[in-house]
Each structure stands twice: as C-alpha cells, then as structure tokens.
C-alpha cells in the first residue's frame, strides 16, 4: 500500500473514532481524565517517568486528541452545546 492511501485510512480511522455527542457522565470521565494527565504531566518530570507511565499517559492523551474530546469541550464550556 502506498504511503498517501496509508494517510488517508489513517485520517478516516480518527474522523470515525471522534464522537459528535458526549453524554453527560462520559464528559465528566474524560474530564477527570484530561485533568489526570494534565497535572501528572506537569508534577512527575519526564526523567523519572517509566516507560510503562510514559506510555500510558500519552495514550490517554491521544484517546482525548483522537476521540473529539478537546473540540466539544472547547464548544460545550462556550454554551454552544
């Protein structure tokens, strides 16, 4: 397969994974989850990160990125629900 098709699949499986609706219990979780990964991020320096720790936070981070979370939080903190 060559590289642009791979892009693009690639492209379609984010656009597919991000929700255009989020309830109200699934906004809290991701929520408690941004804000996990917020202050882990600032309060354990990477030097004394493990790999397991490293990994798993950037996972978190890119579920958030991936998934929608960040665009309808911007817009529900806006009012524009």
């Known amino acids: 397969m060559n590289e642009k098709k791979k892009e693009e699949e690639k492209k379609t499986k ?18 408690m989850l941004a804000w996990v990964c917020c202050h882990a991020d600032e309060d354990c320096p990477s030097e004394y990160r ?23 939080n911007q817009i529900y903190k806006s009012g524009n629900k």
């Open 14 to 31: 984010k656009d597919n994974m991000k929700k255009r609706k989020w309830t109200s219990e699934e906004n809290k979780l991701a929520s």
């Open 50 to 72: 493990t790999k397991h720790f490293r990994e798993h936070l950037k996972e978190a981070v890119d579920y958030l990125e991936n998934s929608g979370w960040y665009d309808y």
